[in-house]
């Protein structure tokens, strides 16, 4: 008995050993104009190279639904795109997966699309990891965001502060320049007085 579980241990610690984990990255939040086009950017991080099995899939679970669907998957160099769902027809392939990249574009997306999409890779024998979840937000407009608000004003107070520190020293240096000049007056006007005075007091024949 013991016998065996040795054994058991060791082939599941030499498997263990060839199948290393992978990282898979997506954005966090992606968002959209109503009727545009939006690329959903996938792609993974493996000790290895490049594995001729790579495969890439991306599941979608819309706002308020329990269960995610299958829509892409990318297996034995070809993609395959499901051809039921809310993304029929309108779901393309637009990565590399020479550069790691699964990237798929979802066309002409409206309101209803708006969820979460998750992508998953494997790039045996790094087989080990977690999908990345992006959920993407349809809008009318294309929101600002707090950060861009953010830096635009700051972006104006530094302005403001600039161009209060500018205005400081270029007073100053004018100040400097009328009181040298004045300065420079008042000792023209000064020799020229002790000159004539010097003249008047001179020796008389």
Request: aromatic content about 10%; glycine content about 8%.
């Amino acid at each position: 008995m013991l016998s065996v579980l040795a054994l058991t241990s060791v082939v599941l610690l030499g498997i263990a050993s060839q199948c290393t984990a992978i990282s898979v990255y997506t954005n966090w939040e992606k968002h959209a104009l109503l009727g545009s086009d939006v690329r959903l950017s996938c792609s993974f991080f493996s000790w290895h190279w490049t594995s001729s099995e790579v495969t890439f899939s991306w599941s979608y679970r819309a706002d308020g639904a329990k269960e995610s669907i299958a829509i892409f998957h990318y297996t034995n160099g070809a993609p395959y795109i499901a051809t039921k769902g809310p993304f029929k027809d309108r779901l393309d392939f637009v990565g590399n997966p020479n550069r790691r990249d699964g990237s798929i574009m979802i066309r002409n997306v409206d309101f209803n699309d708006n969820g979460t999409f998750s992508c998953d890779a494997k790039n045996p024998p790094d087989i080990m990891g977690h999908p990345s979840n992006v959920r993407l937000l349809v809008f009318e407009k294309v929101p600002v965001q707090a950060g861009v608000i953010t830096g635009a004003i700051i972006g104006v107070v530094l302005g403001v502060l600039i161009l209060v520190v500018a205005i400081y020293y270029l007073m100053r240096f004018l100040v400097a320049r009328r009181v040298f000049s004045l300065s420079m007056r008042h000792g023209k006007k000064g020799k020229g007085k002790e000159g004539s005075q010097q003249r008047q007091a001179g020796p008389s024949k």
